[in-house]
């Protein structure tokens, strides 16, 4: 076992063997805010869940693995959780930005629109509705996630949302709802 699956506990220093990623190279770290869990992502781009204390695995998801479809596959450079857990944003060395849903191990919506650089580091903001990326060439990217702006976005760009004829084109099994007011 290389020693890029092994940890050492500072107070004790104990070495311990695990194997975080499945033997493959862990590049990214990162605890929940409750310290629950921790996410373990590595060189073929994906992501490992385990619990806080390192016993149990707790998931696994593809992360940035799928983002190439010829030659290496993307690593993952980056993690950070929400302040509530329930959201990690993964960053990959080839731009991508996703979030994903901790709980139902999901991926939350389409990549984010990065300009294509490496992500090195990602951060949310407080209160979970920003999420900021940096790299070595871009030095702060800032992405809105939160509901309520995303709402606020489309309905600016959309001059008002849909009409209710269009409500029936594309929501089909919904009642129609003016989602961007009066």
Known sequence: MGSDDQYADPASGKVTGRALADGREVT???FSPDGSRLAVGD???????????????????TGTSDTV????????????????????????ANGTLRLWDTEGQQLLGSDLPTPGDEIRSLAFAQDGGTVY??????PLQRFPVAPDQAVRTICSRTG???????????????????VCGD
């Open 28 to 30: 990214a770290l990162a």
């Open 43 to 61: 060189t073929t781009g994906h992501v490992t869940l385990w619990d806080g204390s390192l016993r149990h695995r707790a998931g696994a998801l």
């Open 69 to 92: 479809s010829e030659g290496e596959p993307e690593a993952v450079e980056a993690l950070a959780f929400s302040s509530d857990g329930s959201t990690l944003a993964v960053g990959g």
């Open 133 to 138: 990326a940096s790299g070595p060439y871009v």
């Open 160 to 178: 008002g949302g849909l009409t209710e004829a269009q409500w029936r084109t594309y929501v089909p099994d919904a009642p129609y709802e003016p």
